[in-house]
């Protein structure tokens, strides 16, 4: 029996706004994600030594941000809504959310304040630099989401197992992370005295790694292969919770050890390979031996 013409009428419009509401869901969590953004910015240039909260308040709007960062690729892979519009949205607001705004933040929180000592041209050199490293992470930044949208398949200089996602250099919403998590550690206590100013450039020196992590290609996990659904549901379900019970309760420790091990997960990753390579050359070429070893001394 046929369906009335006027109830498939009320079908197709139906399906039809399900379908307008399910392209909308993608692109509203990367409103958020801007929004976010943009609520970093406002909180770092409103903070002052007076209010250090404002710091922190933009280092955890960072972290919220990647949270919906995420959120809207798995939508958009799960509702098989990928759409060019959405793809350029999500990268113009990722060089906002993680490029400008943890930019502003590192050089805000971790060098203005030696401005405001006048009289010591080493310390007009430290917010010099400052502003020098910190521009290098947001060129980076762009530079990766740059390279992300133009390259398929891309192949890092480090391959890992066959059949397991990586991404090639360190992804901007985790270099992002590592600044907000360090600001969030110290919660959101800017560096700006004498006292701190050997810890200012140990701050630089992050900074600046992190942006050479983020355009190398060396080879970061992407996680994007794991799942509820995977061959270990109850393992990824106890570890999920657990890494939420250790946020809840002990937040500025637990995001930074993840940050930390995220970027040394991929240092370790190019090392190791790095020496295993220069191993396996000395072995299949015994006789050059001592030619390499007379180089490196």
Sequence with gaps: MRPHPLRRATDFRHSKRLRKGIYILPSLATTFNIAFGYYALYQTFMGSAAEIWRYNHAAEAIGFAVLFDG???RIARMTNTTTEFGRELDSLADAITFGVAPAVLAWIWGFRMFGNISG???LDRVVQIGGFVTFVFLVAGV?????FNIQTNPKPWNPGKPGKKYFVGMPIPAGA????????LFIGDPIGSWGNVYVAIGWGVLVFCTALLMVSTWRFPSFKDLGFRS?????ITVFTAAIIAGIWYWSRYVLFAIAMIYMFSGIANGMGFLFRGRRRTLRENPANADTTEATSQ
Excluded: E, M, N, W
């Design 143 to 147: 530079s990766r989401l740059a390279r």
């Design 71 to 73: 959120i809207d690729g």
């Design 120 to 122: 010591h041209d080493f």
């Design 177 to 184: 992370g590592i600044i907000a998590a360090t600001v969030h």
């Design 231 to 235: 061959r270990h549901p109850f393992q």
